[in-house]
């Protein structure tokens, strides 16, 4: 099986431009490919996690990456898959966010003896003087292709800005830049930068009268069609201090039965033929499955030794229901009501429920209470009025848990 073959099997690929000669040139180690990434945080993510286990895989094979920071696309913002305006960033959060992106990229890709490139389009976008800009590359894009283009579409309700509106002309002249300055001829991406990734192409061709391609990567979706990687408190973030190696473990511990394979599939870098004998496991047979996706991925993000600090962390939960590092909750005085030492000073099971992530509400909280789904400290809790001191929390703390797989450690300082 070429690599080309292995990333449609994987279901990794979703559209492209000239598959022949695509899958031509990747299993070549021909490919010298861009993917580019808007530091619009100070992390990556699991959605980014995809992109680069794609760009390893190919580096892998001998093909060339190029990560791109869109320090310079980063100030307009992309209006892709959005309903509304994102927020403006100053240049010092963006520049800041670039940085942290290039710390967590190098993890993955190898940048040493040209094997990559790490490039940021700052330092082109910045400089661009707007009346030459448009001479020069504004009549080579139809405004109709672009209002007809998914990407603005479901801006146009809500009304679409013109500062969004120039993303994709942006975008375009990113790709026509790293084809000029390193022959970059491929543009990789999520499927919802189809539009932009095609403009870019036709940039190229009407401005160098060459062929450039684009390929799409699967969206990295559940078996209700909705994005993976959000958990109640926010997005799974690749950096440690944002999504600890435990809780990074514990969402893919806990992914649907539905999800698993796909997920082993497109995100590790296990055989094929090994995910496929797991296709017909079931029951507990299932949750190994589980349990290898989990470690094979916190491995891959945070190294093998903390994968397997995660792993054991976990088995211990499970057995025990106590562990030392799991998800925590740290109250304060204000919590109790002012002092805690004092009669009166208690935080209720409900509050703590819900301000742990537990529960997105105290309906729900209650629920689960009524239901006899909650312990502390391995006993059930049989009443919604049940509370707790400040005192209860100190040292050790308490474990909460809700269901067989979630837990919380509540702290007091």
């Not at 994987?10 to 990747?26: F, H, S, W, Y």
């Not at 809780?247 to 698993?260: I, K, L, M, T």
């Not at 529960?359 to 729900?364: A, G, I, Q, V």
Request: aromatic share 10%; charged share 25%; net charge neutral.
């Amino acid at each position: 099986m070429t690599l080309y073959e292995e990333l449609k099997e994987r279901g990794l690929i979703k559209q492209v431009t000239n598959e022949p000669i695509i899958g031509d040139m990747i299993n070549a180690g021909k490919a010298i490919f861009y993917i580019g990434f808007d530091p619009t945080a100070d992390s990556l993510h699991v959605g980014h996690f995809m992109a680069l286990s794609f760009m390893k895989r190919l580096q892998m094979a001998g093909n060339k990456p190029i990560a791109l920071i869109g320090g310079g696309t980063g100030m307009i913002g992309d209006p892709s898959g959005r309903t509304d305006l994102r927020d403006m960033m100053t240049v010092e959060v963006i520049n800041h966010n670039a940085d942290c992106f290039k710390a967590q990229m190098s993890k993955f890709i190898d940048f040493s003896e040209d094997k990559a490139i790490m490039v940021n389009n700052a330092n082109w976008l910045c400089g661009l003087n707007y009346i030459d800009f448009l001479r020069e590359f504004g009549g080579a894009f139809s405004v109709n292709k672009m209002l007809a283009a998914e990407c603005y579409k479901s801006r146009m309700e809500k009304g679409l800005s013109f500062l969004e509106f120039n993303y994709m002309v942006l975008q375009s002249y990113d790709f026509y830049e790293l084809y000029k300055r390193y022959g970059c001829n491929m543009q990789f991406g999520g499927d919802d930068q189809w539009s932009n990734m095609l403009a870019g192409t036709e940039l190229i061709r009407k401005k160098l009268s060459v062929d450039a391609h684009a390929l799409t990567i699967t969206l990295l979706l559940n078996s209700e069609g909705n994005k993976m990687g959000k958990t109640a408190k926010g997005s799974v973030w690749l950096d440690p201090g944002k999504t600890t190696p435990f809780e990074f473990y514990q969402y893919w511990r806990n992914v649907a039965d539905g999800d698993v394979i796909n997920c082993l599939k497109m995100l590790t870098f296990l055989p094929l033929g090994q995910i496929k004998e797991m296709e017909s496991w079931s029951g507990e047979k299932l949750n190994g499955a589980k349990e290898i996706l989990a470690y094979e991925l916190t491995a891959l993000v945070h190294g093998k030794k903390i994968g397997e600090e995660a792993r054991e962390t976990s088995k211990e939960l499970f057995k025990s229901g106590m562990a030392l590092d799991m998800p925590t909750l740290t109250l304060t005085d204000a919590d109790f009501g002012g002092d805690g030492n004092t009669t009166g000073g208690r935080i209720d099971i409900l509050s703590l429920l819900v301000m742990s992530g537990l529960c997105h509400s105290k309906t729900e909280a209650r629920r689960n209470v009524d239901q006899g789904g909650v312990e502390v400290n391995g006993e059930v809790v049989k009443t919604i009025s049940a509370s707790f001191a400040k005192n209860d929390c100190c040292g050790d703390g308490l474990i909460i848990r809700r269901g067989k797989k979630n837990y919380r450690k509540i702290i007091a300082v």
